[in-house]
């Protein structure tokens, strides 16, 4: 499927954000959502580049009830099962933003994992979005992905701002430590993070 240029900003972000969750809210409050992927960096003030929203639910319910108060928009593409990645997404085109909303159907326990286990209904934050308070992935959950995908340009950033704000250093250690990354690697993203040279 293909994704439109890494142009959003934070300002459209919002935008489309705020549009979505005055339209779907409250009928569609009952869902457990949360904002990941590189918009959930955005919106905690991070710049970088982003294409689109990416929205995680539970349940495939949350898809067809969001996409059902979204349909004034147009819808790209109809919710539906994608089996090889396990998620049932539908994607709807909101003030010229693309935003997604999706399942991810893996097992797992465990909590350092952005879009599927406990992860991301754990490690997350609510922020101001509008008249909205969006639940955001934690920035730790991010950073541990974009080090997994070997994403230095992205990382990089994501390290500058959590160790500017503070960040929960045994949940990115942990984290990188169950994805399997090599000793050096961790090293490396720990001592950027605690602020050493």
Known sequence: MSHPPATLSR???VEALVATLDRAMPTCSRFAYRLVGTGAALLHGVDLPAADIDILVRERKAVDAFG????????IDEPAWLPDAKQYYGNWEVTGVEVGFSTV?????LDTIETFGR???EHFVHLPCGSHEVPTVSLELRLITEVCRGRAERYGPLIEHLRAKGCDLGLVHRGLVTRGQPEEVREQV????RRFP
């Not at 720990?190 to 993070?193: D, F, G, I, T």
């Open 190 to 193: 720990m001592r950027r993070l």
């Open 105 to 109: 159907e893996l097992e797992s326990d």
């Open 11 to 13: 300002t459209r972000l």
């Open 119 to 121: 992860g991301p209904w």
């Open 68 to 75: 059902a108060a979204l349909s004034e928009f147009k819808c």
